[in-house]
């Protein structure tokens, strides 16, 4: 600890003191692109992150991205493993559509800490769609899609350089290297390793705060274009080994592990990616295309939860042939193809095999007309079968109309249907004493029905000018009604969690208006107020879904000096998050001592990074998140009586680390 807070005051103090030298220097105004990007032409509601926003935080892997985005809810899911889970439109990363380079990524298995094996440094883009996504990429996306764009080999700097270093005893290296092999072929090499090997436990009561952790992360790329013959490939080959450790400060996995001694819990994944992508476009003809990708993918996850053993074994193989081609004309187009899914899981919750076989072949329609003035409209349809989920249909659309200047109001609407894992998506529930049960309706999907949900939305944006600065204002509403869904009921008993079809309703609304304006020149407010009214039949009655704020409020300053000479500048970011009261699960049969209220209390968290630019190839800087302090008290049911019939460390709704500050630098060789 107090080596790392000498780290940040150096740092501080060797930033604060070259700029006191340069305030004298001629300063350089220059044009800039906003960091996060609407446009007011593509049809879908989409939201570009660029690189130059994910540097306003640390952003040490994906699910650190939207800190400073107000589309995107994150959270911790639990009091032990330190994850961070991302929500949109107040539903969980399940029901988003997680693709990298548009090829499924986050899924299945790795549906809780995938988002934390992509390293931040690796990331050159984020896109953020509302509503059913596209029917090329799958039917599974009911509340929306996010996709990542990494690093390209041609496009990367030669030489990049990432050291970070936190209070929370949290250490990491990021090292990309790109090399041009000839004039047409390129290669990347992406390095990535963190560590946290100080046991810290700030509330005393007996458990980490955060996970002893080890992750070596590795991606080898190979990009290859080709002008002249409209010939273009990527190949990509990622290996990740991450190991976590947890529990209690007293917990010795060599003499503990399986016994009443100590809680502890150990999450050791290895991960294998391998990808292609080749494109061609047809010679004189740009606006016509061909597309085929393929993916294999094995995830291999060994783990227990104190006396809750969980191993999860999927390979996956992905292949999608998409054709692109017009009617008539440019303002018509459209994109066709076939796409095949094959996921193999290897499942064990204690003794219980759960391994089964899932594969699903589909071919999809998508027809675009854009008046490239006003109007556009993109109508989709796919049919699949699978091997559980049966043959079906998922329509989807979206349509965007510009009424007048920087004026524009879309609507899309789309059915969304998958399959739910029940454990891999809920495992941080095995940190408890709950029994786990499953409802057994005769379904496919161990016992139970597949789930299916429609999403509507309609959004308007209108961009203005006031006292000479730009802003914009938008506002959306969307509402997801499941027609089934697997319900993880944890408001029967708090000694229990029953896996359940819907017997009733289910529904999500979304509200969200954003309020974006340049105060002063480099100054930049973005600001969103957001409501949710979630609620769910569970078998004790109708509630509000869990763990999940009515009300929150986003707000982030962002700052930047002129740039001066040689690049040098300062980057000052500011972000406030007030989350309000959280409904939180039944505990009202327990003892009085470790009953929770029924709603949680409002708070608020603060988070700010000062970055300084001293060249164009080097800079440092320095950060800190939960300013105010801010931590659940307590974070564990019974935190004293681990094998007890109340212990509870799932029911999180807070921060359990206070204050942590972090400090890093970034070079590069351009």
Known sequence: MKTNTIIVLLLLFAAFNSYSQDTLKEIKVQSKRKSIQKSYTVTGNTTLITKKELLKAACCNLAESFETNPSIDVNFSDALTGTKQIKMLGLTSPYLMMTQENVP???????????????????????????????VNGFESISGQINTELIKPMEGVPFLLNLYGSTDSRFELNANINQNLSDKWATSLLLHGNMRNSKMDNNDDGFLDNPLQNQFNFLNRYQ?????????????????????LMGQTSFDPDTDRGTTNSWGSEIDTKKIDISTKVGY??????????GFQNAFSSYDQDSYFGLNGYKMQQNSFYSNL???????????????????????????????????????????FEYTYDNQDDFSLILGGRADYGNRLGVFVTPRIHMKYNPWEKG????????????????AENQTLFASSRTFDIANDGGKLYGLDPEIAWNYGVSFMQGFKLFNRNGDVTADFYRTNFQNQVVVDIMQSPQQVVFHNLDGVSFANSFQLEFNYELAKH????????????????????YQRPLQA??????NLGYETHIQDKGQQWKFDFTYNWIGEQQLPYTASNPVEFQLPENSPAYSLMNAQITRTF????????????????????AIVDAQNPFGPYFDATILYAPVFGQMYYAGLRFKIK
Not at 523 to 542: C, F, M, P
Not at 627 to 633: L, P
């Open 224 to 244: 290859y274009y080709n002008a002249e013959t409209g010939w273009v490939s990527f190949i990509n080959l990622q290996y990740m080994n991450d190991t976590k």
């Open 281 to 290: 476009v047809f010679k004189d003809m740009p606006f016509q295309s061909l």
């Open 322 to 364: 998409i054709f692109n081609s017009i009617i008539n004309n440019e303002k018509n187009k459209f994109a066709t193809g076939l796409n095949f899914t094959y996921d193999s899981y290897n499942e064990f919750f204690n003794t219980t095999d759960y391994s089964r076989i899932d594969n699903t072949v589909g071919a999809f």
């Open 523 to 542: 100054l930049e407010l973005r600001s969103a107020y957001k409501y949710y009214d979630i609620k769910t039949d569970y078998l004790s009655g109708k």
């Open 615 to 634: 060249s164009s190839t080097f800079e440092v800087y320095v950060g800190g998140e939960n300013i105010g302090n801010y931590t659940q008290n307590p």
């Open 550 to 555: 009515a009300h929150r409020f986003f707000g």
């Open 408 to 423: 524009v109001l879309r609507v899309s609407a789309g059915r969304g249907k998958r399959p739910a894992n029940i454990f």
């Open 105 to 135: 990524s986050v899924r299945g298995a790795s549906q809780v800490y995938g988002l934390s094996f992509t390293p931040g440094p690796w990331i050159e883009s984020i896109q953020i769609t509302k509503g059913a996504g596209s029917v």
